[in-house]
C-alpha cells in the first residue's frame, strides 16, 4: 500500500463541512488502483474518522452524494438475503488535477487542521515551497487569522 493517496484539487472549493471533508478523504484514502468503486462499512469510516455515530456518517453520505463528490451509493443483498456492506462509486480524479495526501494523517487531525493540512498539500510546489501567506490561508479556508497561525 502507498504511503500517500490522491486527492482533487477541487475538493477544497465544494463547500463541504468539516465532517464532510472527513468523510470525503476518507472514502478516497481507500481507493486502490484508480478503481473508484469502494466497498466500506459505515462504523469503519466513522471510527477512521472520530465521529461517534454510524447516523452521522448515513446523513454525510447523503450530503455528499447531493454535492457530486459520490455518484452512486449501492448495497447489495448477500445469499443469506441479508444487507451486504455499502459500495460507494467516487467522483474519478483527473490526471493532473489532484494533489497527494499522507495516509496516516486522517484520524490524527481536527477538522480545522485537516483543512489546513489539505491547502497545504495543495499549495505546495515540486520544490517544496509555498508562497501562500497567513492571510491567504485565512481568507480561502474562511477561518480567522489567529487559527491560520495556530
Known amino acids: 500500500m502507498k504511503a500517500y493517496f490522491k486527492l482533487n484539487n477541487s475538493i477544497l472549493d465544494c463547500g463541504l463541512t468539516p465532517n464532510e471533508l472527513k468523510v470525503a478523504v476518507c472514502l478516497y484514502s481507500c481507493v486502490f488502483q484508480n478503481n473508484y468503486s469502494i466497498q466500506i462499512k459505515q462504523s ?3 471510527e477512521k474518522c472520530g465521529i461517534k455515530k454510524v447516523e452521522t456518517i448515513s446523513n454525510i453520505i ?3 452524494q447531493r454535492k457530486g463528490i459520490i455518484e452512486r451509493v449501492c448495497r447489495p443483498h448477500k445469499s443469506n438475503g441479508w444487507l451486504g456492506t455499502y459500495i460507494y462509486k467516487l467522483k474519478a480524479i483527473v490526471s493532473k ?4 495526501v499522507k495516509r496516516y494523517i486522517l484520524g490524527k487531525l481536527t477538522g480545522v487542521q485537516l483543512r ?3 491547502f497545504i498539500c495543495r499549495a505546495v510546489t515540486k520544490k517544496n515551497d509555498m508562497w501562500n501567506s ?3 490561508i485565512s481568507r ?3 477561518i480567522s487569522r489567529n487559527k491560520a497561525n495556530r
Not at 97 to 100: L, P, Q, R
Open 97 to 100: 488535477g489532484y494533489f497527494k
Open 62 to 64: 447523503c450530503h455528499l
Open 134 to 136: 497567513f492571510n491567504d
Open 44 to 46: 469503519t469510516i466513522a
Open 140 to 142: 480561502a479556508l474562511q
Open 116 to 118: 489546513m493540512y489539505l
